[in-house]
């Protein structure tokens, strides 16, 4: 596998990672959460790829991690052999279908998914589940679509984006990795560009389950230093009740958040002086 790092449960809790790459920063955190006996949640970052991937398990002891585990491992093998991240992400859904067949883990384990895959500025996102992805500048814009009940029950009207936040059913998925009965699993994607200084947030569903989109962004705008904002964004769902195992994943482009607007209007500005006073030398010269 290419040089990276692999975040399962068995390590120590709220432990962050760091890393940068190609003028990508990155942290990431995870937790096991107050009330989750374990962490079936699972990160990983593949610099030499440009890779960055949370799965969250779901099965239970013994189950849910191990899915989570090999969705990751399996998609850092297959984007390393020159898949493409969707089709990385849906063979991972049939090694997870293997895993149970072989043995490993048990009946039922699953596994949502939410990967980044970065070239140079322009990243790939795919997914299946109710992880989430971010694009964080002025604005914190949420690019992926949960697949989930309570999503399907909003994008048809009946249900507010508040009203679905206290939904009782607002955790039941209609997509995960290794769903039996689901051999041609639809993955999601979508593809965009960081500009400078802007933030990519990959992140399980018991970040957002405490957080809602206003509070996510506050914590990443008085927090400038990736780890320090993985790590503010971790304590705030733990201290909102850390209901479920909660992982963070932020990926930071090298600048300073709408830098090349800010440039931009400093070359308007200059080109508008220059105009204004060829013009002044023009009427004292006709003058």
């Given at each position: ?6 975040m399962d449960?068995?390590e120590?809790?709220?432990r962050?990672r760091?890393s ?5 920063k990155?942290a990431?955190?995870?937790?096991t959460?107050?009330r ?9 970052v593949?610099?030499d790829?440009g ?15 191990v899915?989570?585990r ?13 898949e ?10 049939l090694?997870?279908l ?6 490993e883990g048990?009946?039922?384990m ?18 299946a589940?109710?992880?989430r ?15 989930s009940?309570?999503q ?33 699993l639809?993955?999601a ?5 960081l500009?400078s200084g ?6 399980s569903?018991?970040?957002t389950?405490?957080?809602d989109?206003?509070?996510?962004k ?15 964004l971790l304590?705030?769902?733990l ?10 994943l932020?990926?930071q482009?090298p ?5 090349r607007?800010?440039?931009m ?6 080109l ?7 013009a002044v ?7």
């Amino acid at each position: 596998m290419n040089k990276g790092f692999l975040m399962d449960t068995t390590e120590e809790e709220a432990r962050g990672r760091e890393s940068e790459a190609g003028g990508l920063k990155s942290a990431a955190v995870t937790h096991t959460g107050h009330r989750r006996p374990h962490n079936e949640d699972t990160y990983g970052v593949f610099p030499d790829t440009g890779l960055f991937v949370v799965a969250d398990g779901m099965g239970g002891h013994e189950a849910g991690e191990v899915a989570s585990r090999v969705v990751v491992d399996h998609v850092a093998s297959a984007v390393e052999r020159g898949e493409t991240l969707e089709a990385a992400v849906h063979s991972a859904h049939l090694a997870v279908l293997e895993a149970v067949e072989a043995g490993e883990g048990r009946s039922g384990m699953g596994s949502t998914v939410v990967a980044a895959k970065f070239l140079d500025g322009d990243f790939e996102v795919a997914w299946a589940g109710d992880s989430r992805a971010y694009q964080a500048g002025r604005e914190l814009r949420r690019i992926t679509r949960d697949h989930s009940l309570v999503q399907e029950m909003v994008d048809s009207g009946n249900l507010s984006e508040g009203e679905a936040r206290n939904h009782p059913e607002r955790s039941l998925i209609t997509r995960a990795l290794g769903m039996p009965g689901m051999d041609e699993l639809e993955v999601a994607s979508v593809t965009g560009r960081l500009g400078s200084g802007e933030r990519l947030l990959l992140c399980s569903d018991g970040l957002t389950e405490e957080l809602d989109d206003p509070a996510i962004k506050r914590l990443l705008d008085a927090n400038p230093d990736p780890e320090r904002a993985v790590r503010a964004l971790l304590e705030a769902a733990l201290s909102a009740g850390g209901s479920d195992n909660i992982t963070v994943l932020l990926v930071q482009a090298p600048g300073r958040p709408g830098g090349r607007a800010r440039a931009m209007r400093l070359v308007a500005a200059a080109l508008f002086g220059l105009a204004a006073a060829l013009a002044v030398s023009l009427v004292r010269t006709l003058l």
